[in-house]
């Protein structure tokens, strides 16, 4: 039986995940405190680490309750405990120095700040798909199975995770363009949209920023020969997708999805 297996979050965007057992759908269809802070430039452009390598050296941890985020340059002791509203100007200057360049952190507690603005929901994946994946690079994290799907995991930041099927199985979530696939998750209706399109991000080590070499030669070959028979390959201008982008209908606002809920797929329609 298909299963809600993890929920991971990603407070600031680009920065590192926070693991729930539960998370409360916003009217915007996004799960709270997901991407709810961006970090930003001065000409408006988000700082990630498509275009910043030393995002991946940056450590956080969050504490919801307090409104705390700490900080910690990978390899070093050092911490930095702030207070996400009250020391906001604070938290800006430790990251304008690290990076090098002025940043504002700029907030949005309705929408966040999603990648796909046309499916903002969470992004789904299965356990098994990661750890497929993890296997088509060898040596992608020191030694063992587990390790390994730990760091496919935090390459590819997604939000749901199910387990109790077989990999690719979430490639059902999403149909022909103009049509989405509804899926129920415990008693949340979500709707998938399309197969996530990737970027630079998987192919660096998530704590080091160092690069696999061909890691999107390697990916996009073996996504092709590994399609299964249930995906619409129409959706594939390129193989370098993977997990699903999704929308939450403004009906479930409120509502709560939670680690070891049902997953099960109902319907297909047009889009509105």
Known sequence: MPYLSRII???IKSLDGVVLT?????KSGALQHDRQWGIFDQQGRFVNGKR???????????DFDAGTVCLQVQGLEKTQLFHLDRELASLEDWLS????????LRQNSLTGFPDDTEASGPTVISTETLEAVASWFPGVEGVGKAAAIDEMRRR???????????PFWEDQLFAE????????????LVEGINPCQRCVVPARHSLTGNIYPNFQKIFIQKRKETLPAWAHSSRFNHFFRLSVNTRIPESEAGKMLQVGDEVKIRTMSYER
Request: hydrophobic share 40%; no cysteine; charged share 15%.
């Open 9 to 11: 979050v990603y407070p």
């Open 22 to 26: 539960k998370a409360t759908v916003l």
């Open 52 to 62: 910043n390598p030393k995002v991946h050296l940056l450590r956080t941890s969050f």
């Open 97 to 104: 120095g690290y990076f090098g360049l002025q940043v504002e």
């Open 156 to 166: 590819l930041r997604t939000n749901i995770e199910i387990a109790g099927v077989p």
């Open 177 to 188: 363009t103009g049509e989405v696939v509804q899926f129920q998750v415990g008693s949340v």
